[in-house]
T-cell receptor
Framework: DAGITQSPRHKVTETGTPVTLRCHQT?????MYWYRQDPGHGLRLIHY???????DKGEVSDGYSVSRSKTEDFLLTLESATSSQTSVYFC???????????FGPGTRLTVT | GESVGLHLPTLSVQEGDNSIINCAYS??????FIWYKQESGKGPQFIID?????DKRQGQRVTVLLNKTVKHLSLQIAATQPGDSAVYFC???????????FGQGTRLTINP
């Protein structure tokens, strides 16, 4: 494993509440990513970071924001959770851009 | 359209046999391919990668073959073991696109 942890691992929240997921890495990797995984859609990129305070949108970024104030932490925030955001969220890191990404254990989020 | 897909959603093999998991891609501009293994309840695990200037690459018990003529990628697992049971994803990076695109996955089950 690439020393990636995610917290919380499971969360149930109500529609309209804010939610923040945390990804922490000990590999000093420059690049970090947030994906969501849903049946029938595979893994889809939400947002990514190419350095501290440098972030950009992925293919499914609507309703999500991210922040990266230090190399080891990448936060994903759902400002107002919706049922369509029920999913498993994975963080990934890479020292080489999009190449050879290493994934965390995932966070299962349920929005009721 | 853009697509990275798998020929079969499920594959069952006998323990000790070789497994071959296939993947088709549609974009001839793709220049890097990765295979991931995902066990139940865990994040995807990097297995092996291959660049478009190669036809074959071998790892420990795994071989990836790339046929650019027919845009086909395969993962061969030698002497399949119970621990190989998982969902296997192929993913591609298109030159200049800065985007890792995942296929839907193939579930590999091992029969004793």
């Amino acid at each position: 494993d690439a020393g990636i942890t995610q917290s919380p691992r499971h969360k149930v929240t109500e529609t309209g509440t804010p939610v923040t997921l945390r990804c922490h890495q000990t590999e000093n990797h420059r690049y970090m990513y947030w994906y969501r995984q849903d049946p029938g859609h595979g893994l889809r990129l939400i947002h990514y970071s190419y350095g501290v305070k440098d972030t950009d949108k992925g293919e499914v970024s609507d309703g999500y924001s991210v922040s990266r104030s230090k190399t080891e932490d990448f936060l994903l925030t759902l400002e107002s959770a919706t049922s369509s955001q029920t999913s498993v969220y994975f963080c990934a890191t890479s020292g080489q851009g999009y190449y050879e990404q290493y994934f965390g254990p995932g966070t299962r989020l349920t929005v009721t | 359209g853009e697509s990275v897909g798998l020929h079969l959603p499920t594959l069952s093999v006998q323990e000790g046999d070789n497994s071959i998991i296939n993947c088709a891609y549609s974009n001839s501009a793709s220049d890097y391919f990765i295979w991931y293994k995902q066990e139940s309840g865990k994040g995807p695990q990097f297995i092996i990668d291959i660049r478009s200037n190669m036809d074959k690459r071998q790892g420990q018990r795994v071989t990836v073959l790339l046929n650019k003529t027919v845009k086909h990628l395969s993962l061969q697992i030698a002497a399949t073991q119970p621990g190989d049971s998982a969902v296997y994803f192929c993913a591609e990076i298109r030159q200049g696109a800065q985007k890792l695109v995942f296929g839907q996955g193939t579930r590999l089950t091992i029969n004793p």
